[in-house]
Each structure stands twice: as structure tokens, then as C-alpha cells.
């Protein structure tokens, strides 16, 4: 008989293997890329718009593409779909999904929180929401094209 634990053994090498092979692949893929990607962490009470914001002036980037988004807060600001009108809560919520672009001037960024019951909420990421423990941000220039990006952040088709 084979054990659980020789075969979680093998299991765990058998993903590690597949990992590194991956890794292989995305580095191998990267080298021929000219993308740049930033990743950057976010300490406990720093604002996550202002410190997006700022990636844009320290990366030297004219618009750049979130890509995704580990973290939590203990406060959220977002503004509400289609209405002037902003959304604020305090507590712990946990960052669920943080998508869109960000410029110098502008930005248009969504994002989802859920509380500790699982309840989301969901708008347009404004000033105001404050880190709780950390958050990780991965980010790249994917949108650092002013000819196709506007600074709302929004996709412009050129024509040709």
C-alpha cells in the first residue's frame, strides 16, 4: 500500500516541477517582450489611489494596466455605477478584484471589497480607501500608449 503521505509527496513534486517549467515559459516569454511590469507593495493606512497614482510618476509611465490585486483595507471609498454618488464603509474587507487603467492625469479603476459576512461591494475606486494589513499590486505599461488609451483610461480603437 502507498501511504498519504508518499503520494502527497509525490503530488507536491509533480507541482513544483510544473511551476518551474512555467516559470521557464513566462521568462522565456518576458525576454522577448518589451512590457514592462511593476509589481509594489502597499503598507498598513497608506491610500491606495494616491500611491497608484504615484506609480505612474515613479515608473515614469503616461498610462499603465492593473493586472491584479492582493489586499485588504479597513476603510472603502468607491463611487457608485452611473451617479456622482460615493459608497463608504469602515471595517475589514478584503480586496476582491482591482482592474483598469491609471494615468498621470487620470484614472479609471474598478474595484470589488468583501466583508467578513461576504457581502461585495463594488464601483469606482476614488481617494479614501486606507490598506489594513498590505496590499500587492502587479502592474505593467500595457496601456503606456497614448495613441490608443485616453487618460480616462478608456480603449481607443486607431484607425487606420
Not at 12 to 34: F, I, R
Amino acid at each position: 500500500t502507498v501511504s498519504i503521505l508518499g503520494l502527497t509527496g509525490i503530488f507536491v513534486g509533480y507541482l513544483l516541477t510544473q511551476l518551474q517549467q512555467l516559470k521557464k515559459k513566462v521568462n522565456e516569454l518576458s525576454a522577448s517582450s518589451k512590457l514592462k511590469c511593476i509589481t509594489f507593495r502597499l503598507l498598513p493606512g497608506m491610500d491606495l489611489y494616491q500611491e497608484i497614482q504615484k506609480q505612474c510618476v515613479l515608473n515614469n509611465f503616461n498610462a499603465a494596466t492593473i493586472v491584479t490585486c492582493v489586499g485588504s483595507l479597513t476603510k472603502f471609498r468607491m463611487r457608485l455605477a452611473n451617479t456622482p454618488e460615493i459608497l463608504e464603509k469602515e471595517g475589514h474587507f478584503e480586496i476582491v478584484s482591482l482592474v483598469g487603467t491609471y494615468a498621470k492625469e487620470s484614472s479609471h479603476i474598478h474595484i470589488s471589497v468583501a466583508d467578513n459576512k461576504s457581502f461585495m461591494y463594488g464601483g469606482h475606486l476614488v481617494e479614501g480607501n486606507l490598506v489594513y494589513t498590505t496590499c500587492l499590486l502587479y502592474t505593467s505599461d500595457a496601456a503606456d500608449d497614448l495613441l490608443c488609451v485616453d487618460l480616462g483610461g478608456r480603449r481607443i480603437i486607431k484607425k487606420k
